[in-house]
């Protein structure tokens, strides 16, 4: 099973950015999809963006497409999550998770990290 380590989060101001990586724990995470997800407190757990094993397609979801980027380098076995313009509301815990098929909200992620703290504040 592939283990997950993220890191990057931190407190930020409305507008601001910030960038997440997802560090996986052996190569065949480079045969993984890999998907980011946020929970705020009181909230569910909520898909945020999915990558394909190759890197070649994405999945947003339409509360972050345009202002967060997922990105990928398998020879680095990371996964990366630019986020622009941030929001109050993107304040959660964001995690990483690895699937075995799919990339997107359905996508079946088995393998999860710790996850990461993310504030931004107004």
């Known amino acids: 099973q592939v283990q997950l380590v993220e890191s990057g989060g931190g407190s930020v101001q409305a507008g601001g950015s910030l960038r997440l990586s997802c560090a996986a724990s052996q190569r065949t995470f480079s045969s993984r999809s890999i998907g980011w997800f946020r929970q705020a407190p009181g909230k569910e757990r909520e898909f945020v963006a999915g990558?394909?094993?190759?890197?070649?397609?994405?999945y947003y979801a339409d509360s972050v497409k345009g202002r967060f980027t997922i990105s990928r380098d398998n020879a680095k076995i990371t996964v990366y999550l630019q986020m622009n313009s941030l929001k109050p509301e993107d304040t959660a815990v964001y995690y990483c998770?690895?699937?075995?098929?799919?990339w997107g909200p359905g996508g079946d992620f088995r393998s999860w990290g710790q996850g990461t703290q993310v504030t931004v504040s107004s």
């Open positions: 990558i394909s094993w190759s890197g070649g397609s994405t």
């Open positions: 998770a690895a699937s075995t098929s799919g």
